[in-house]
Each structure stands twice: as C-alpha cells, then as structure tokens.
Antibody, heavy 116, light 108 residues
Framework: QVQLVQSGAEVKKPGASVKVSCKAS????????INWVRQATGQGLEWMGW????????GYAQKFQGRVTMTRNTSISTAYMELSSLRSEDTAVYYC?????????WGQGTLVTVSS | SYELTQPPSVSVSPGQTARITCSGD??????AYWYQQKPGQAPVLVIY???ERPSGIPERFSGSSSGTTVTLTISGVQAEDEADYYC???????????FGTGTKVTVL
C-alpha cells in the first residue's frame, strides 16, 4: 500500500537547523509531488511548500522562503525538509504528504521541539 | 496572503446533517479539498476536486461548490465523525497552497 514514513522526533536549540525525512513506498516516488505541512499544538494546518521528486523543482510558501529547503534522494525514495534558524514558534508536528488531486496519503508526522 | 475562512465549530446530533463552509476569493478558479483530522492523527483526505470522494470514504461525505464558497456535507452524522475538518485550495495563480482555518465538528 502507498505509505510515507517519517523520521523520529527532534529537539533543537534556537538558531539551529532540523532535517526531517519522508520515505515513500508502494508507488513510483518520482511520479507525485511531495508537500510539507506543519501544525503547532492546538493550531491549524500550515502549508510550507512542495517538491517535484522527478525534477527537484520546489515551491515554498512566502513565510518560509529563505529558511526552508526541500530535497530528495530518488535512489532511496526519500524526501527531505530542512528548516534553519529555528525559533520557539517553529515547535510543531511536521507532515509530508503526497500531492496529486489532494494531499493523500500523509506521513505519521514528526514532532520538532525548539527549546533552549 | 490568500485566506480560506471556515466556521470555528459545528454541532450536530447523531443522524442529522452537518454542513461546513469554506470561503475564498479564488475558489471559483481552483479546486477545493477537504481533510478530516482526529486527535493525535494525521489528516485524511475525504473530498477532492470539490466533490469527488476517494475510495474508502463513506458515502455520507459529499462536497459542493458555488461561487466563492465550497461546502462539505456529512449526512447521517455518526459519533466517529467527530473531528476537525480543513478545506484546502490554491491561490488564483495556482502557485501557493493554503488551508482553511479549520472547523471542529462536535456530535452531541
């Protein structure tokens, strides 16, 4: 079955960077975009950007431009999202989701905690 | 920046119909998608391209579109439908995706 499995929880200090991985299985990785979405505790969903695993092309939400980088390794069907210059407001669950006529399916989420 | 507006909450009795609206200026040009999220879980797609239902989603979930508003309808609400629901679409250029503010559905 189509599945996205993300890396484990992270704890980072303010100013650091975090890199979250998203491993795809059950479909051709290069045929569908990967999107990244985050959700702070008790808050709504926030779209961060997308990546085309075939071309490597990306598009980022204006809020994150300059701080986020989305990459991939096609040999292992894995997408990555790196967020730099972390601050406390970046504490959230980060999700990857396959994008094709909607975001489906989603990864299980990765909790990133930013704390001194 | 582009925004999609939803009511914060909707309450409904079991067996009744819940309707959740989502308003945005670009909705006449861009498809809308709906997601269900239960506590501690990742969102699940329940409606795509305004009114299409993915396989495995119960028939009681339906979607419609009219002008700048799209609507998710849950007919014959069941206790298991209690969750947060989010609409999602793109800006008029199709460049940026955006989620609605979210609606908490409470089954009385």
């Amino acid at each position: 079955q189509v599945q996205l499995v993300q890396s484990g929880a992270e704890v980072k200090k303010p100013g650091a960077s975090v890199k979250v991985s998203c491993k795809a299985s059950g479909y051709t990785f290069t045929s569908y975009d990967i999107n990244w979405v985050r959700q702070a505790t008790g808050q709504g969903l926030e779209w961060m950007g997308w990546m085309n695993p075939n071309s490597g092309n990306t598009g980022y939400a204006q809020k994150f431009q300059g701080r986020v980088t989305m990459t991939r390794n096609t040999s292992i069907s894995t997408a990555y999202m790196e967020l730099s210059s972390l601050r406390s407001e970046d504490t959230a669950v980060y999700y990857c989701a396959r994008g094709q006529e909607g975001f489906d399916p989603w990864g299980q989420g990765t909790l990133v905690t930013v704390s001194s | 920046s582009y925004e999609l507006t939803q009511p914060p909450s909707v309450s409904v009795s079991p067996g009744q119909t819940a309707r959740i609206t989502c308003s945005g200026d670009a909705l006449p040009k861009q498809y809308a998608y709906w997601y269900q999220q239960k506590p501690g879980q990742a969102p699940v797609l329940v409606i795509y391209k305004d009114s299409e239902r993915p396989s495995g989603i119960p028939e009681r979930f339906s979607g419609s579109s009219s002008g700048t508003t799209v609507t998710l309808t849950i007919s014959g609400v069941q206790a298991e439908d209690e969750a947060d629901y989010y609409c999602q679409s793109a800006d008029s250029s199709g460049t940026y995706h955006v989620f609605g503010t979210g609606t908490k559905v409470t089954v009385l």
